[in-house]
């Protein structure tokens, strides 16, 4: 029985020789060598993986595991960047597995015309991740006390219902600040960005940065303006006090190319 699977990290022109250029010396998930598998037009990015780790039932497991996840990850991203460093890239979900290199070119030969379509589209240019954070007083009112400031000690009810009011208000005002620096961002996006992605504000654990993320966008723009987007984008913010823009990339347009192949669960039922 074959114990090796195909792990596809991208679909690029099959006229592109990335292997033995960008692709010569990176090692992709599970420390495997990269390579190529064509089909017409385009190529898909692939390389073998141990059945044990990477089959269905393997990846339910994995898929849990944060340390497993975090190295599958960093593998699959760098081996489309380092793609995207050189020519025009249309990223895959990560952890998606064929059966053999039959399978991937049978997908390439059934999405041949997307894919092109896609690759066209997307020439020359790249992706931009634009956040904004605020920092957002909390819902229940400080003891005012506890914060340093003598209570109204003949009604320490009034001295509460001041407390609460002067909270909302700070929180009214952040939130007014920070739509005003959304607004900012997509006017100052006009002219330079052809396409925006808005994807859910992060929380908990993935809002890695201070404050409270009031929005998370990806822009498509033309690598050409992309030091202009930069900048526009860093400077949204300028004057709102409390009011920060986070700017990350440029990247390969993830989320611009999604969802262009099945996830691993979906595709291991197709084994």
Partial sequence: MDEQLCYAYAVVRSSDPPERTALADVRGVAGAPVTLVR?????????????EEFSEAALKVGLEDIRWLEATARAHHLVIETLA??????????????????RVREMLRERETTFTTL?????????????????????????????GRPADEANPG????????????????????AEEAVRRTEEQARGLAVERTRHRPQE?????????????DAYLVPRRLSEEFRSRMLHAADGLHGIRVEVTGP???YSFTAPLAPDAQEEARRR
Avoid: I
Avoid at 158 to 177: F, G, I, K, M, T
């Fill in 39 to 51: 089909s017409g037009a385009v190529a898909a990015v692939v390389s073998a993986v141990p059945r």
């Fill in 85 to 102: 460093a050189h020519t025009t890239v249309l990223p895959m979900r990560l952890a998606t597995v064929y059966l053999d290199e039959d």
């Fill in 119 to 147: 690759l066209d589209r997307l020439a020359d240019h790249v992706e931009w991740g634009v956040k904004v954070y605020a920092e957002v007083p909390p819902a229940s009112p400080p003891d005012p006390v506890a914060a």
């Fill in 158 to 177: 009034r001295a509460y219902l001041r407390s609460r009011r002067h909270q909302r208000q700070e929180r009214e005002d952040a939130w007014r600040l």
């Fill in 204 to 216: 908990g654990g993935l809002a890695q940065a201070p404050g409270e993320n009031v929005s998370n």
């Fill in 251 to 253: 990247w390969a347009p």
